[in-house]
DNA sequence: CCGTGTTCTGCACCAAAGGACAATAGCGGG
DNA sequence: CCCGCTATTGTCCTTTGGTGCAGAACACGG
């Protein structure tokens, strides 16, 4: 397995801007990829989720609040650094709540930025060890059929097997076999595991 | 039992801006209580953490970053909202990171300052439902001895009674014995809902 | 010294969980 | 029509969990 280099993408419409960020990024070791708008990003985009995004706030097109609720709403893990030079308290405020990593202004402090970068990747690393942990699970849970999840939701709750017999109107030995093969799919020892589990699906 | 209504924490060292704010809070509805200097805050704290706080960045004495500290390190739910004439955006993100429900500037939109204060109330509240929940589990585990706190986080982490004993050298029976007793303290009914419950404490 | 709470343990009994072995039945594809 | 998967249920036996009843050792404070 190859381990993807954590990269740093950069959208901004002032190209020159943009080459200046990316030298000074590049000077400071990160791997950098170049767009010169939201709309390219969204069009060609980073085939694994491993790193940052430095967005400028005014682009033609969609812009740089835009460009982090799509990023948002397809769950990446990838943090938004703000970079603008035209912004305000309050906009700032608006990006911050909605989970950026950091809002800088230009011209960029290169200390500044780096820390943000920094913490950026740190967040993307946890984020993506977390996702890829909730991915499994959920793969796993997927490998049960419909009787068996709903047997499990009465297992997480505690019921006894012959609780969850008449519940559902089956015959205990039923639900043991059930609940058996749940154990054995979701590779868990007991229902302390079990539960846990189901904790971490939100279920 | 009594209902404390929610109170509007106004805190700034500019006794006319105090004024003018309690006004509009109060026309709008909200009791509100006023403290000229975060110092004052701190050593008249509320009675009862039910509201939230407005206060200026730029004071004598302890500034208002330092009260959001101050709240923070006791693990107080009031949300706090900063309100100042002179924030930077640098300022800004950094309250917004420490946890700020807002960041206004002076002088101060009305419509905002209500939104700021109705989103800040209703985290309060959730905010106290939880810590009263978590008061009260953590109440039910205080009363559990030594032992059966040990014999709590193996059988939480899905092991065997017989297994228990083996590792804290005791005989089965004791280990049913403290299970028991453990069960019965928690007011739990079932492994699962110990499980639950330890997840809670953060155990 | 005595009472209280904690910890420890034994015996017996019953309830619940789990595994072994097996069988029946419906349903969707090949 | 047969295969594989799902769902269902049965019996038998073992292991594990839970409870009632009871006793003993220890520490700590009144």
């Known amino acids: 397995m190859s381990i993807p280099a954590p990269t740093v993408y950069v959208v901004d419409d002032d190209v020159s801007f943009l080459t200046a960020v990316a030298r000074l990024l590049r000077a400071g070791g990160y791997a950098v990829k170049l767009y010169s708008s939201a709309d390219a990003f969204v069009k060609d985009p980073p085939p694994e989720p491993v790193g940052c995004v430095i967005v400028d706030l005014h682009m033609p097109g969609m812009d740089g609040m835009e460009l982090q609720e799509v990023l948002a709403r397809s769950s990446s893990p990838l943090p938004v650094i703000f970079l603008t030079g035209h912004g305000d308290i309050a906009t700032s405020v608006h990006a911050m709540r909605k989970g950026a990593e950091d809002f800088l202004t230009k011209p960029v402090n290169r200390e500044k930025l780096f820390e943000a970068v920094q913490r950026a990747l740190v967040r993307n690393a946890l984020q993506r060890a977390a996702g890829a942990r909730d991915r499994e699970l959920r793969a796993l849970y997927e490998t049960l059929t419909p009787r068996e999840r709903e047997v499990m939701t009465h297992v997480v709750a505690g019921r006894l097997n012959k609780q969850i017999a008449a519940d559902i109107d089956a015959a ?29 699906l939100g279920l």
Request: positive net charge; hydrophobic residues 45%.
């Open 172 to 200: 205990e030995r039923t639900v043991k076999a059930h609940r058996a093969s749940i154990m054995a799919k979701l590779r868990v020892q007991s229902v302390a595991d079990l539960v846990r589990l189901s904790q971490s």
